[in-house]
């Protein structure tokens, strides 16, 4: 295995054959030095605007050093005042960065990034005389973080407590949020500028809630410098480069990237690396899909499938299989390895890295719904119990009267090398169960099955899902919330914009001419517990497959 004291690469099979077929030209071609370097060339000209102003990551081991001592001032203020319970109000790298330092490092952080209103109103509800909260955004115009700081305010003024002396709000400096937090008297904490979301993990965006709730962000940072000169050295041992040829060089493109947790000790680390590789490659109509299955059992690898085994730092084990590489390190250096991998991946692919066209796009379908005043389309085309069905994307629906129907027609429009995406718009927390959905169907399907709960996964794999190859079948779950909860401020609520979210991503989706089966529970418990008899009913006859 090719390791150094912090991270390891080993490959098998195709993967194998990548590393010897692209590695020796990326040296040659000094990527590792130019990237570490900023160079902004490294995707092509049509990319350089974009890589000119997102290439600050390569650095942050070093430069976020000042961040360290500040956030352990201010866990020092707000222990002394007994404020233990850290929130985090935030999307996309905003939250997943801080979700795996947090759970790595076994400490508590409640991370809300959500608009469904009962997760909301959860979160407000928990412990709010111990609650510090941690708002981040670039800029203050992500709706969701925007509308959970209004949330938040609302609830520490109604409870008599000064929002001020409560929420840190973190973003770029000379933002309208920086400017607007900084008048209104909160604490402000700026980020590097030039540094895009998904590779934010090692800015403030990943630093001052991980830090706040407990983790050794120093030791991260640690972590991360330590192997940053070997990433930017053009050497054909350099991990970054053979991780980077694996993901992006596999000849034909095994395309579907299986995340398995195989040991390793960072907590949740293929949530983030599915932001991260499907927001950075999916688009132009290629690309590469995430797909998490954590330890779930998986067989043999299909022929489109990269199968990525997530090892302990100390795993020296080299896989077997046709096409399949072994990562281990620290959390740390294992977050920089990916960032560049990922980099190096998408020059492979001929791709920019950095941009993300299609979640703006959804943003703006989302954004037109809202103030239209609608969202949940057209009526649907028939109601079964507490579950309404809508079929988006083409006439493929047929005579499907009851939802088991519906399934089975959507999962007999799986292209060949197809991949079935579930959506879920509930409360990720006190649904969590439905995720078990996904075994069942890759089994039923033996092709890769993803999950994402929303609005979470828009940021993430939902730029792949409308960018990437015209491969996907889409299965969108949505409910009637308990209880609505209004937005401070605001002429929408919280439901009003969850509903908005699902139809723009439903509408894009299938201008795109993906299908896309909505299934809407208009009683949350009977319409929960019906969708999962129903899925049970289409997935019985399992193939025994691969469940990936």
Same mark, same amino acid.
């Not at 799986?414 to 509930?426: K, N, Q």
């Not at 894009?508 to 089966?517: I, K, Q, T, Y």
């Given at each position: 295995?090719? #390791?150094?004291?912090?991270?390891?690469?080993?490959?098998?099979?195709?993967?194998?054959?990548?590393? +010897?077929?692209?590695?020796?030209?990326?040296?040659?071609?000094?990527?590792?030095?130019?990237?570490?370097?900023?160079?902004?060339?490294?995707?092509?000209?049509?990319?350089?605007?974009?890589?000119?102003?997102? /290439?600050?990551?390569?650095?942050?081991?070093?430069?976020?050093?000042?961040?360290?001592?500040?956030?352990?001032?201010?866990?020092?203020?707000?222990?002394?005042?007994?404020?233990?319970?850290?929130?985090?109000?935030?999307?996309?790298?905003?939250?997943?960065?801080?979700?795996?330092?947090?759970?790595?490092?076994?400490?508590?952080?409640?991370?809300?990034?959500?608009?469904?209103?009962?997760?909301?109103?959860?979160?407000?509800?928990?412990?709010?005389?111990?609650?510090?909260?941690?708002?981040?955004?670039?800029?203050?115009?992500?709706?969701?973080?925007?509308?959970?700081?209004?949330?938040?305010?609302?609830?520490?003024?109604?409870?008599?407590?000064?929002?001020?002396?409560?929420?840190?709000?973190?973003?770029?400096?000379?933002?309208?949020? *920086?400017?607007?937090?900084?008048?209104?008297?909160?604490?402000?904490?700026?980020?590097?500028?030039?540094?895009?979301?998904?590779?934010?993990?090692?800015?403030?965006?990943?630093?001052?809630?991980?830090?706040?709730?407990?983790?050794?962000? =120093?030791?991260?940072?640690?972590?991360?410098?330590?192997?940053?000169?070997?990433?930017?050295?053009?050497?054909?041992?350099?991990?970054?480069?053979?991780?980077?040829?694996? /993901?992006?060089?596999?000849? $034909?493109?095994?395309?579907?990237?299986?995340?398995?947790?195989?040991?390793?000790?960072?907590?949740?680390? =293929?949530?983030?690396?599915?932001?991260?590789?499907?927001?950075?490659?999916?688009?132009?109509?290629?690309?590469?899909?995430?797909?998490?299955?954590?330890? +779930?059992?998986?067989?043999?690898?299909?022929?489109?499938?990269?199968?990525?085994?997530?090892?302990? =730092?100390?795993?020296?084990?080299?896989?077997?299989?046709?096409?399949?590489?072994?990562?281990?390190?620290?959390? =740390?250096?294992?977050?920089?390895?990916?960032?560049?991998?990922?980099?190096?991946?998408?020059?492979?692919?001929?791709?920019? @890295?950095?941009?993300?066209?299609?979640?703006?796009?959804?943003?703006?379908? #989302?954004?037109?719904?809202?103030?239209?005043?609608?969202?949940?389309? *057209?009526?649907?085309?028939?109601?079964?119990?507490?579950?309404?069905?809508?079929?988006?994307?083409?006439?493929?629906?047929?005579?499907?009267?009851?939802?088991?129907?519906?399934?089975?027609?959507?999962?007999?429009?799986?292209?060949?090398?197809?991949?079935?995406?579930?959506?879920?718009?509930?409360?990720?927390?006190?649904?969590?169960?439905?995720?078990?959905?996904?075994?069942?169907?890759?089994?039923?399907?033996?092709? $890769?099955?993803?999950?994402?709960?929303?609005?979470?996964? /828009?940021?993430?794999?939902?730029?792949?899902?409308?960018?990437?190859?015209?491969?996907?079948?889409?299965?969108?779950?949505?409910?009637? @919330?308990?209880?609505?909860?209004?937005? @401070?401020?605001?002429?929408?609520?919280?439901?009003?914009?969850?509903?908005?979210?699902?139809?723009?991503?439903?509408?894009?989706?299938?201008?795109?001419?993906? $299908?896309?089966?909505?299934?809407?529970?208009?009683?949350?418990?009977?319409?929960?517990?019906?969708?999962?008899?129903?899925?049970?009913?289409?997935?019985?006859?399992?193939?025994?497959?691969?469940? +990936?």
């Amino acid at each position: 295995m090719q #390791s150094s004291s912090a991270v390891a690469v080993a490959a098998a099979g195709a993967a194998a054959d990548a590393v +010897s077929a692209h590695v020796p030209q990326l040296v040659t071609d000094k990527v590792a030095s130019r990237l570490f370097a900023q160079d902004k060339t490294l995707w092509g000209s049509a990319a350089e605007d974009e890589a000119g102003k997102r /290439l600050s990551w390569v650095g942050l081991p070093h430069s976020s050093r000042p961040l360290v001592g500040q956030i352990e001032g201010l866990r020092s203020e707000f222990q002394a005042k007994s404020l233990t319970h850290v929130v985090l109000c935030g999307m996309g790298g905003s939250s997943l960065a801080p979700e795996v330092i947090c759970e790595t490092a076994g400490v508590p952080l409640t991370v809300l990034d959500s608009s469904q209103p009962d997760m909301v109103r959860a979160a407000l509800q928990d412990r709010l005389e111990q609650t510090v909260v941690v708002v981040s955004s670039k800029s203050g115009s992500t709706v969701e973080t925007d509308s959970q700081r209004r949330a938040y305010e609302k609830a520490f003024n109604d409870a008599g407590i000064d929002p001020t002396e409560r929420i840190v709000v973190v973003t770029d400096p000379g933002s309208p949020l *920086d400017k607007d937090a900084r008048g209104a008297g909160y604490t402000v904490v700026n980020a590097d500028p030039d540094v895009g979301g998904r590779y934010s993990a090692l800015t403030a965006f990943g630093l001052v809630p991980s830090g706040l709730a407990g983790a050794d962000v =120093g030791a991260l940072l640690d972590d991360a410098e330590a192997v940053a000169d070997l990433f930017a050295t053009d050497d054909e041992d350099n991990p970054a480069l053979r991780l980077g040829a694996v /993901l992006g060089g596999t000849s $034909p493109l095994r395309d579907k990237v299986i995340l398995i947790d195989a040991g390793t000790k960072n907590v949740g680390f =293929g949530d983030w690396a599915e932001q991260l590789i499907a927001e950075s490659t999916g688009k132009d109509g290629k690309g590469l899909l995430p797909v998490v299955v954590g330890t +779930s059992s998986v067989g043999g690898l299909l022929d489109d499938e990269l199968g990525v085994h997530l090892v302990a =730092g100390d795993d020296d084990s080299t896989p077997q299989g046709a096409a399949d590489v072994a990562v281990g390190g620290s959390l =740390g250096a294992s977050m920089l390895l990916w960032e560049a991998a990922v980099a190096v991946a998408g020059r492979l692919l001929g791709i920019n @890295p950095f941009d993300q066209p299609d979640v703006e796009s959804a943003k703006a379908a #989302s954004r037109e719904l809202l103030s239209a005043g609608t969202g949940g389309g *057209d009526a649907p085309a028939f109601t079964d119990g507490a579950i309404e069905v809508r079929a988006l994307g083409g006439d493929w629906l047929g005579g499907a009267t009851d939802v088991s129907a519906a399934i089975d027609a959507l999962l007999a429009q799986m292209p060949h090398h197809g991949y079935l995406a579930v959506m879920a718009y509930l409360d990720r927390i006190a649904d969590q169960s439905l995720a078990d959905v996904r075994v069942a169907f890759a089994a039923k399907l033996d092709r $890769p099955v993803t999950f994402g709960w929303a609005p979470r996964f /828009l940021h993430s794999t939902g730029q792949y899902h409308k960018g990437g190859p015209a491969i996907g079948i889409y299965l969108q779950i949505t409910t009637t @919330p308990r209880q609505d909860l209004e937005v @401070p401020g605001r002429d929408f609520t919280f439901g009003d914009f969850i509903t908005s979210q699902s139809g723009g991503d439903a509408k894009v989706l299938a201008d795109h001419g993906r $299908p896309v089966l909505q299934l809407h529970l208009t009683e949350h418990d009977q319409g929960l517990t019906q969708l999962t008899q129903a899925i049970s009913q289409a997935t019985q006859s399992s193939q025994g497959g691969s469940a +990936s």
